[in-house]
């Protein structure tokens, strides 16, 4: 999976950071009450970002396009 967390210097706020498996494309998802990879998801697939399970693993993706590529 292609996310990492990256926290601030304030306890419990920081951001999600998404990255495109096939281009440089990247998503910073921020959250003040530790990280919510399920609403993170959400937000990530309103954006247009596709989610592909590929040879058992989790891959993220910033389009169809870009899925279709891999």
């Known amino acids: ?3 990492e967390i990256e926290w601030s210097t304030v306890h419990g706020e920081g951001d999600i ?5 096939h281009c440089v ?5 921020g959250f003040e009450d530790g ?3 399920k609403s993170c998801q959400e937000e990530l ?3 247009g970002w596709v989610s592909r399970k ?7 993706f ?3 396009e870009c899925a279709d590529n891999f």
């Open 54 to 60: 590929i040879n058992g693993e989790w891959k993220d």
């Open 17 to 21: 950071i998404c990255k495109c498996d």
């Open 45 to 47: 697939k309103e954006e």
């Open 62 to 64: 910033c389009c169809k």
């Open 1 to 3: 999976m292609s996310k």
């Open 25 to 29: 494309t990247e998503y910073n998802y």
């Open 35 to 37: 990280p919510d990879f």
